[in-house]
């Protein structure tokens, strides 16, 4: 009987096109309901950063430009999630051509079907390890949009996102997460994406924003709605348990200290950046916590399921200590308009940390993992420090060329007029506040 219903099924979903399989009919006795529920968890959590991320954005920029930023974030969500589906996901993950890039066999999720592959996440569905990843393909582009926002126009910002996920993000996490790319191959270490998200992310929004050039009155921006930032940020922490804890791809003990690790370096470097903010500030600012925490986030997610919690302590301390410096110092002496900080908290918090990943490491935190320098290993270090490289380099120069072609072809900045009125109105006919009698 049961083998009746199988080949019915079978037969049924090949003529309606609804499953393809790779091999035929799926089979559930692979699965391990524990982790499929945990991994649908975290991939929820994870979406939900990108609607906060909007929040936290939209509450530091300027009232008249609140929309236009909540819009690139949503939009990204809508298209990226598109691009993955359609190809993003074959480019990244796809079966390897050379160790640079996928091929196009799981285009449109031809292949992907609901038995775990083997090697992604070996015991959930692997269109389950696709929206996984989907999620993090979505909220890499959106992390530079705090970078150029408030002088922007959203046609040249959507046509440099979807060149940038496809060209910049895609062949970045093949090196780094796909089964034979080389960066893989050479035994680079990154739990939940400090190389191919905030690294890749931090550097492009840096070169972006040399190319694109000051907001007008940009050196009295103040935060519109801080309440906003804060609630963004609150949810960002709480999206994070998703993003590392969920990146052990089970419910095992590698995500119990993913997660512990994550609560434990956001609430270091909150209080490490309050201090900073306490003694060369003269005073502590809810900004500057806002700003610590997600530095500690971002520096330990390289290392989440790599690392001790006490390590954690020491990576979120120290990341934010390199993080304040880029953005009250450096920024400051260099004059370059990062409006939100990414390059000074993304990029430089995911150098920090996958740095921090060659030294702290541990195998007895994790045997799939490698150990660091201070474990024994200085090899470990030298593999990060080359991943770190590669990717900076590679983000920039591919920034600088998609940048230049975007803005050859449509243009990517509003004139000075329409900035002066803001994006919310002059782009997208509409207010973030309007008051009615």
């Known amino acids: 009987m049961m083998n009746i219903l199988k080949l019915t099924l079978h037969r049924y979903s090949n003529y309606f096109g609804i499953i393809n399989f ?3 009919i799926c089979t559930m006795d692979k699965i391990n309901y524990a982790d499929l529920t945990w991994v649908m968890i975290s991939t929820a959590l994870v979406m939900i950063m990108t609607p906060m991320l909007a929040f936290f954005y939209g509450g530091l920029v300027r009232k008249k430009n609140i929309l236009s930023v909540l819009m690139q ?32 066999e799981w285009i449109a999720l031809n292949g992907v079907g609901l038995e775990p592959h083997g090697t992604y996440m070996s015991t959930i569905p692997h269109q389950l390890f696709m929206a996984f990843q989907m999620m993090f393909a979505v909220i890499t582009p959106a992390l530079i949009i705090g970078a150029f926002a408030e002088r922007i126009k959203f046609s040249g910002f959507l046509l440099f996102t979807i060149l940038w996920a496809t060209l910049v993000y895609d062949p970045l996490a093949h090196w780094v997460w796909a089964k034979d790319g080389w960066l893989m191959a050479l035994g680079a270490l990154d739990f939940a994406g400090g190389t191919v998200i905030h690294i890749n992310a931090g550097i492009s929004a840096l070169v972006f924003i040399l190319l694109l050039g000051k907001r007008v009155g940009h050196e009295h921006r103040l935060p519109h709605n801080l309440p906003f930032a804060v609630l963004g940020a609150g949810f960002l922490w709480f999206g994070w348990f998703g993003f590392n804890a969920g990146s ?6 590698v995500a119990v200290i993913a997660f512990i690790n994550t609560n434990t370096a956001a609430a270091a470097a909150g209080l490490t950046w309050l201090v900073l903010d306490w003694i060369f500030n003269k005073v502590p600012t809810m900004l500057g916590v806002a700003t610590g925490l997600v530095a500690g986030l971002v520096a330990v997610t390289p290392a989440a399921g790599y690392v001790t919690p006490l390590s954690a302590i020491v990576i979120g301390a120290i990341a934010t200590l390199f993080c304040f410096l880029f953005v009250t110092k450096i920024k ?6 990062d409006a939100l900080d990414v390059f000074g908290v993304h990029g430089v918090g995911g150098i920090i940390g996958a740095l921090a990943t060659g030294l702290f490491a541990t195998k007895t935190v994790n045997a799939a993992g490698n150990n660091g320098l201070f474990y024994g290993n200085p090899e470990l270090l030298l593999v990060q420090l080359l991943t770190t490289v590669v990717s900076i380099v590679f983000s920039a120069v591919m920034t600088f060329v998609l940048f230049r072609i975007v803005d050859a072809l449509i243009g990517m900045r509003v004139d000075a007029k329409d900035e002066n009125i803001g994006l919310d109105l002059t782009q997208h006919h509409e207010t973030g506040y309007t008051l009615h009698e």
């Open 73 to 104: 974030c949503m939009v990204i969500l809508c298209v990226i999630s598109l691009q993955w589906i359609l190809f993003g996901y074959s480019l990244a993950f796809g079966p390897d051509k050379g160790g640079i890039i996928g091929g196009l």
């Open 332 to 337: 400051e002496k260099f004059g370059y308009d």
């Open 22 to 24: 790779p091999g035929g």
């Open 248 to 253: 052990a791809g089970a419910a095992s003990t």
